[in-house]
């Protein structure tokens, strides 16, 4: 059983189904993946300013992103701690660089001071 709620402004409406996706019978005749469901849908006209941008049907689900796939990996993972590695010698390299010149620049200073 499905109903409707309609907000005091005409920019959203919201409608929030009771029923999950997953409990749909075959004769509806959309195929729906096992847990996935709408927990509501919000309508934005076009017409409404700041919003004529962004106008259109929005699905709202309880959780974002296909159910069926981990947004965060063990691959995704490794090659987080790979980048960090990288990262961090990148850093590393960079301020041994920035100290050498450093040195370099003191030691200059120190000859002309010398030669004054």
Not at 10 to 39: F, I, K, Y
């Amino acid at each position: 059983v499905a109903w409707s709620v309609l907000t005091s402004t005409p920019v959203v409406s919201l409608r929030q189904n009771d029923a999950l996706l997953s409990e749909v019978s075959a004769t509806d005749g959309d195929p729906v993946e096992p847990g996935l469901h709408d927990v509501g849908e919000a309508t934005v006209p076009p017409c409404c300013l700041p919003f004529c941008s962004v106008g259109g049907l929005y699905h709202l689900r309880g959780h974002p992103g296909s159910p069926a796939h981990r947004p965060w990996t063990d691959e995704c993972e490794r090659r987080y701690r790979q980048q960090l590695a990288e990262f961090r010698e990148l850093r590393e390299g960079f301020v041994a660089r920035q100290r050498g010149l450093k040195e370099d620049i003191e030691k200059e200073s120190k000859r002309i001071q010398e030669r004054e």
